[in-house]
T-cell receptor, first 112, second 114 residues
Framework: GENVEQHPSTLSVQEGDSAVIKCTYS??????FPWYKQELGKRPQLIID?????GEKKDQRIAVTLNKTAKHFSLHITETQPEDSAVYFC???????????FGRGTSLIVHP | DTEVTQTPKHLVMGMTNKKSLKCEQH?????MYWYKQKAKKPPELMFV???????INESVPSRFSPECPNSSLLNLHLHALQPEDSALYLC?????????????FGSGTRLTVV
């Protein structure tokens, strides 16, 4: 199966700073790369995704970049706000099994 | 309607009880999923239904029994559970299991087995 590693496991920033979370994967056939945000006690929510034919995608303060050669993709959050505090999961999807493999999660804490 | 609805939100059951979790979506999604999530862990896949047929069972114990009555509904029948089965049970759906679309998750059922 796919090996997925997510770093860092915890990230603490001041409001207004940028945050970057990296996800590495092992399956070169992976072709879909989403990020989910899960606030405490709530459901995971898809916040941004990228497909293998694109290198970068942006949506307001969040962006995702993909390096297929190196097999990693990253979530970038600019101008962080306290409401960005949550656990973020990457979940690359293998082209073979169609099953996403969730990373272990990154707990982002934004201090006001 | 862009939501996945799960009931009940909370459930406490004894080890000899039988209960069912329910999940409903009206987005026309053809794939539905059951996930189990323990505290501070990522969701773990249990079952995949694609076009109302069970396509993946991730070696889940038989005390968990899924059912898909139609394209909008997914149930999870529980019987003779153990305390270690206490967790958040999440239902999710996607447009198609084989295509590159993300999941829409329900709010989950927080299950406690006593």
């Amino acid at each position: 199966g796919e090996n997925v590693e997510q770093h860092p496991s915890t990230l603490s920033v001041q409001e207004g700073d940028s945050a970057v979370i990296k996800c590495t994967y092992s399956d070169s056939a992976s072709n879909y790369f989403p990020w989910y945000k899960q606030e405490l006690g709530k459901r995971p929510q898809l916040i941004i995704d990228i497909r293998s034919n694109v290198g970068e995608k942006k949506d307001q303060r969040i962006a995702v970049t993909l390096n297929k050669t190196a097999k990693h993709f990253s979530l970038h959050i600019t101008e962080t706000q306290p409401e960005d505090s949550a656990v973020y999961f990457c979940a690359p999807k293998s082209g073979g099994s169609y099953i996403p493999t969730f990373g272990r999660g990154t707990s982002l804490i934004v201090h006001p | 309607d862009t939501e996945v609805t799960q009931t009940p939100k909370h459930l406490v059951m004894g080890m000899t009880n039988k209960k069912s979790l329910k999940c409903e979506q009206h987005m026309g999604h053809r794939a539905m999923y059951w996930y189990k999530q323990k505290a501070k862990k990522p969701p773990e896949l249990m079952f995949v239904y694609s076009y109302e047929k069970l396509s993946i069972n991730e070696s889940v114990p038989s005390r968990f029994s899924p059912e898909c009555p139609n394209s909008s509904l997914l149930n999870l029948h529980l019987h003779a559970l153990q305390p270690e089965d206490s967790a958040l049970y999440l239902c999710a759906s996607s447009q198609d299991h084989g295509l590159d679309y993300g999941y829409t998750f329900g709010s989950g059922t927080r299950l406690t087995v006593v």
